[in-house]
């Protein structure tokens, strides 16, 4: 398993993330660059900037997005994924093929 990783996918109080706070940080700093990264598409749309230049903008805050959603699904995989089906809980498969498929229609 990832020492990254923390194992609370079952927690009582319901569903959590396994994220240690080395990960959470990586993520939250990410997710600050990305939301940097929308305000200055929105300023080039304000200042009438050439297309071709916000559109390259925006394929690099997408590219942002997908670097972060794969964190979380290798995240997801390794820990809460593994864990249900080790508890034999195999319905955990459709979800997460539901989700890969969401991940893909972008």
Known sequence: MDEN???????????????S?????N???R???IEG???????LIEKDTYCDD?????????????????????GHLKTCVLERINEG???VLDEVLLTIEKLLKK
């Open 89 to 91: 809980d195999t319905e």
């Open 31 to 33: 997710l600050n660059r």
């Open 54 to 74: 916000v559109i390259n903008q925006i394929a690099a805050t997408q590219s942002a997005l997908n670097s972060v959603a794969k964190i979380l699904l290798e």
């Open 37 to 43: 990264q929308i305000r200055g598409i929105k300023g």
């Open 27 to 29: 993520l939250v700093t």
């Open 21 to 25: 706070e080395k990960v959470k940080k």
């Open 5 to 19: 990783m923390n194992h609370d996918c079952h927690l009582p109080e319901g569903r959590k993330s396994h994220h």
